[in-house]
């Protein structure tokens, strides 16, 4: 069955470092999302891209945040200078050709900023 | 502002009794709304699915109701398991982008 994958399972940086996540969507999707999870909280929207540029974003997702598709198959998450904040599970998700058409969630990023 | 939110934050069954899990939703324009699992150390797990102009849907053990007039949804969980103890998260999609808003998060606890 496929699935999407997310690399690394978890990392570690300083404050102020650059960070990127990396995830492989299901290969046939045309949605691709990321999603964070503070400890012991509701998963939170950061943005969703769609045809190689955002389609929307949260108000988390400020100027330190960016995505890229680099290739046909990885999407990627940096985040330009970590704050202590943005230590969280970070998910990737990805759904097909439609509108409200089920989201698959990788197994996430856990983000540990020191 | 656009809220979901979860009445219970955890419940406790008896493995073979049912569960219900409640979720209200704030945005009378939300369309499709999901229900997710997510076990610990993993990423959230499609359950069932409802779009809007639908008030029940069903799925193998599974089904969930939605009540439009006042903003609720629900997961039913038939014959429960030790393998349903998660947290599940209600969600809806809002607008353009396929952003999905979700719940807090209800703790499922399945006694043996």
């Keep these: ?114 | 502002g656009e809220s979901v939110g979860l009445h219970l934050p955890t419940l406790s069954v008896q493995e073979g009794d049912n569960s219900i899990i409640n979720c209200a939703y704030s945005n009378s324009a939300s369309d499709y709304f999901i229900w997710y699992k997510q076990e610990s150390g993993k990423g959230p797990q499609f359950i069932i699915d409802i779009r809007s102009n639908m008030d029940k849907r069903q799925g193998q053990r599974v089904t969930v109701l939605l009540n439009k007039t006042v903003k609720h949804l629900s997961l039913q969980i038939a014959a429960t398991q030790p393998g349903d103890s998660a947290v599940y998260f209600c969600a809806e999609n809002i607008g353009y982008g396929n952003k999905l808003v979700f719940g807090a998060g209800t703790i499922l606890r399945v006694k043996s």
């Design chain 1, 1 to 114: 069955e496929p699935e999407v994958t997310q690399t690394p399972s978890h990392q570690v940086t300083q404050m102020g470092q650059e960070v990127i996540l990396r995830c492989v969507p299901i290969s046939n999707h045309l949605y691709f999302y990321w999603y964070r999870q503070i400890l012991g909280q509701k998963v939170e929207f950061l943005v969703s891209f769609y045809n190689n540029e955002i389609s929307e974003k949260s108000e988390i997702f400020d100027d330190q945040f960016s995505v890229e598709r680099p290739d046909g198959s990885n999407f990627t998450l940096k985040i330009r200078s970590t704050k202590l904040e943005d230590s969280a599970m970070y998910f990737c998700a990805s759904s097909g050709l439609a509108e409200m058409s089920e989201q698959f969630f990788g197994p996430g990023t856990r983000l540990t900023v020191l």
